[in-house]
Each structure stands twice: as C-alpha cells, then as structure tokens.
C-alpha cells in the first residue's frame, strides 16, 4: 500500500527559522482517500452568484505587460474573505487577448512569499522563457534566505537558476490561434501555487479565426473551470504537508492521488450564472483543475439539434466542426465550443454539469435565456486547414510509462518509465523539425503534458481516438491501463523542455521528464 505520505524531501532549504517553525504542523483529519475535500463553511446556494469574467490584461506603455503577483483578499464565498495568491492579485488572472506571430512580453514581479516560475502552456516558447521548474523568481523578502539545496538532486546545481524579484519572459506566439493558459510551475509547489489562484487565461488569436463568422465580444465566455475547497474562515483548504510551501513538500496521504475540492468554480466563481441571449455563444472551456476530471453536458439538452458544436481543442481550431452531446476535458485540456441557447424558449434555465462529479460538484454553472436578439453568427463546415499526421512521417518511436511505482531507491512514487524527476537528466532527445510516435502506457487517470511538442492522437488501445482527442493537442487524457499513441512534432527551439502528468500532484510527486530538443 501506499506510503503514508508520498513526497520529496530535502529539495530546498530555508534558512528562515519561522518556515522550519511551521513546517509540517497539518493537523488535518483524515478522510477517504481519494475523496475530495469537504468544505468547512456553509456553501452557497448553486447559480446565485453571477459569472465574473476577468479583466483584460493591457500592455504597459513599454509594450510589456506586467503581472505582479500578490496575496490579495478576495469574496469567492459570499461573506467570506479568502486569501488567495495571484497575479495581479486576482483569481483567475487577467485573460490575455493577443495576436498571433505578435510577440509578446510579459513581467513577472513576484510578491508572493514563495519563489515561483511562470509557464504559457502550449506556448512555443524559447526554453529560457518556457517556465522550467527551476528557473525560479524568488521574492525580495526571501533574498538570501531561499536556495535551493541538495540533496536529491546533488551535483545538479546547474539546473537551477534564480531571478530576484522579476523575470520578462518572451512570447513569440509564433503558432496558430488557441486559447493557451499561463500557471504557476515551481518544482515540487506547483499544485499548491496553482491552487492558490495562480492561473489564467490567454487567447491568441489570427486572421484564419477572424475570417470566420463566428460568435464574439459578449457571447465569447472564456470559462476557466476548477474545484476548490474552503476552511471555516473562508480560507482555501488544501492539504499541504507545510502549509508555507517553504519547506517539505508534498500533500498527506488521503491525497496523493490528486486533490479535489468540493465547490466547482467558474472564473473564481462559485456555480455561477450567465444571463445569455437566444443565440449562439462561443465557449472556451478550460479544466484549471488540479486533478478533477469533467465530463460536461447540458440539462436539458436542446430539442433539437446537439448540445455542443466543437470548433476547436488545446492548440486551435479543427479542420471541421465535430457535433457533441458531452465535452470531456482532463485537467488542462481545453475545448472551444459553440452552444445555440436560439434552440431553448426564452426563460429556460440550462445547466451545465459534470456527469464525472458527485453531490454538489456534479453542478458546475447555469446559462439562464433572457431574451431573443438577432444572430448573424454561424458555424462554417470548413474551420482550418489542419493537416492530419500519419505514422509514416514520424522519424523514431519512444515509450513512456505513468506508474505509481517503488519501493525502491527512491521511495513509491508516480514515475515515468520508473523514474522520479532529475533535474539533471532526460529521457529524450527527439530532434528539432521532425514528428515522432509515442506510446503512452498507464496504471491510473494521468492527464499527460508535452512542453513545446504539439501532438496528435493516432489511437486508442489500437483503435480511433475519442471525439476528445480531435485537432492539435498539448495534453491527453490517458486513463487506468490504456495504450495511447500519440504523433508529436518538435517545431520551433532547440532546448531543454518537459513531458509530464498534468495531475498536479502526480507533476510535484516526481511525474515529470525532461525532453532535449535537439
Ligand atoms: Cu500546464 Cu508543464 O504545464
Ligand atoms: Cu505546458
Ligand atoms: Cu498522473
């Protein structure tokens, strides 16, 4: 069975006497394992709270956008104030809205009490920008208390790299339009920094998108969705072995299959509701969940016509809209889909739910149709010129596995190909310009994520990928014993990047690999 708690010691130290006074004082009961976390307070009732939408990120008048990340007090439950960590200080941050082949340059300024690194997933991104683990910007107030250390990764030293204060990373966005994310990716802490609030959106967009007549400005919904659970104080309830985030990391036993809260949120909100028009909205849904799976239908369903029309998955549109009853989405997967609210009467209230949830995180939000308003929107049969891969083009194969593996030399832990993470070592080379096939193997749910390779899904267990699967993709849902086998094309830069779990406590409990592009 599994250890009592499955985490990574001696990565960091600090020097700081508080961190260490703290460190490890959960005290947390426990529960089922595998069970999402209750919520100490008294919820509010579902659809009373209106969906937020966060503000557009503006650039400064250097053109640099710049985010700062802070803890800031914010009302997710009504008459509760939780802290959370963001940028800007606001859950989700800014959603950026930019061009494509537009480069793009954004600071980070850290005020956070934890180091941290920013990623744009399914960016291509110079691997000095993409975010890497290691390549941490460590607060002023931590200065010359915080490094890293040892330990496990002796002799490694040069992976780590350290920015004080600030960091401007640069985006060429140099790829097709997609809504992309940006979120915390600090080694060992992303989970608990992503929990924290530090995530958000970001849309890029080009002249194939614009030439379509699609629904836009009000009835495009960028809807960030994740769970989250609270304490009686309002504030987020995780079960971090150090609640600093300074210390050890890792999260007690009961979780280490990834953490689930009890309340869904959309944008930050708690079950939200949109007033919409009889018309055609554009829905961009991403899953910011750490672990929570979704599969998302519409009660009631329209009575004619399907519920959801697809256009597009993690990196862009697809070649031809596919016609859906459920949009399934591990955590970080993104759908771009069109509902025509114009096919329910006026008045009606449509939820959107998670078949995949339980009690009250089976809801997620509801659509309420106010009015009728005229719709000169439509969703054409040809979207992108989105050429399909075939295995003849890839140039070598490689397989990895995702397994809760050990004991061994490192303890049991969720492993690729049976190794914990290492700074210091790759388990792939694959070079620059050229397509490979892989072979993703499984002993549980393992939403997996390659840095900078864009992939297609070739199949399932030997057959046709899911509806899910469709278009260029970043992350696939691989589930408990599948064989899923992907075409990945390694364009844009030479360098150091990552394949890993996109379960968030799999990626800190060592369930990542570094890919050399060469
Ligand atoms: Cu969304 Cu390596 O992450
Ligand atoms: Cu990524
Ligand atoms: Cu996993």
Redesign the pocket.
Do not use: I, K, L, T
């Given at each position: 069975m599994s250890p009592a708690r499955l985490s990574r010691r001696g990565l960091f130290g600090v020097l700081a006497a508080s961190a260490a006074a703290t460190a490890g004082c959960g005290g947390l009961p426990a529960e089922r394992s595998g069970a999402p976390l209750t919520s100490r307070l008294t919820l509010p009732q579902p659809f009373t709270v209106p969906l937020p939408l966060p503000r557009t990120a503006r650039p400064g008048a250097d053109g640099t956008y710049e985010l700062v990340q802070r803890p800031a007090q914010v009302e997710i439950i009504p008459g509760h104030r939780t802290e959370v960590w963001g940028y800007d200080g606001t859950f989700p941050g800014p959603t950026f809205d930019v061009r494509a082949g537009r480069p793009a340059r954004v600071r980070i300024v850290n005020e956070l009490p934890v180091p941290t690194t920013t990623h744009l997933h399914g960016g291509v991104t110079r691997p000095e920008f993409d975010g890497y683990p290691t390549h941490l910007v460590v607060p002023d107030s931590l200065t010359g208390r915080f490094h890293p250390v040892h330990g496990q990764h002796a002799g490694h030293g040069s992976a780590w790299k350290t920015s004080p204060g600030r960091f401007v990373h640069e985006y060429p966005l140099d790829q097709p339009a997609a809504m992309l994310w940006y979120h915390d990716h600090r080694m060992d802490f992303t989970a608990p920094q992503v929990y924290r609030g530090l995530a958000g959106m970001f849309l890029v967009r080009d002249d194939v998108e614009d030439a379509l007549p699609l629904p836009r400005g009000a009835r495009e919904l960028p809807l960030l969705i994740c769970d989250r659970a609270f304490e009686s104080d309002g504030a987020l309830r995780y079960p971090a072995v150090d609640p600093t985030l300074l210390g050890e990391p890792g999260v007690t036993g009961a979780h280490h299959q990834g953490v689930e809260g009890d309340v869904i949120l959309v944008n930050g909100a708690p079950w939200p509701e949109a007033e919409v028009a009889a018309v055609r909205h554009r829905l961009r849904i991403l899953n910011a969940s750490n672990s929570r799976r979704l599969d998302l239908r519409l009660d009631p369903p329209p009575p004619t016509g399907s519920p959801f029309t697809q256009l597009g998955s993690d990196l862009g549109l697809l070649a031809r809209p596919q016609h859906l009853d459920q949009v399934v989405l591990a955590s970080a997967e993104r759908a771009d889909v069109v509902v025509d609210f114009g096919a329910y009467p006026v008045g009606t209230r449509v939820v959107l739910r998670n078949h995949l949830g339980a009690g009250r995180a089976r809801d997620v939000m509801r659509f309420h149709v106010t009015r009728r308003e005229a719709d000169d929107s439509a969703v054409p049969a040809v979207l992108a010129d989105v050429p399909t891969l075939s295995a003849d083009q890839a140039v070598r194969s490689r397989r990895f596995d995702?397994r809760l593996s050990g004991p061994g030399p490192h303890g049991k832990k969720?492993m690729i190909n049976g190794q914990p993470f290492d700074p210091g070592a790759s388990l792939a080379s694959p070079e620059l310009g050229t397509t490979e096939l892989w072979t993703l193997t499984s002993d549980?749910?393992?939403?997996v994520h390659v840095h900078l390779g864009h992939f297609q899904v070739l199949s399932r267990n030997g057959r046709t990928p899911r509806p899910s699967d469709a278009g260029w993709k970043d992350t696939v849902d691989v589930r408990p014993y599948e064989v899923v086998q992907l075409l990945v094309r390694f364009a844009g830069f030479r360098g150091r990047y990552m394949l890993h779990?996109h379960?968030l406590e799999?990626e800190d409990m060592a369930?990542m690999a570094n890919i050399d592009v060469v």
């Open positions: 995702f969720w549980f749910h393992h939403p779990c379960n799999h369930m």
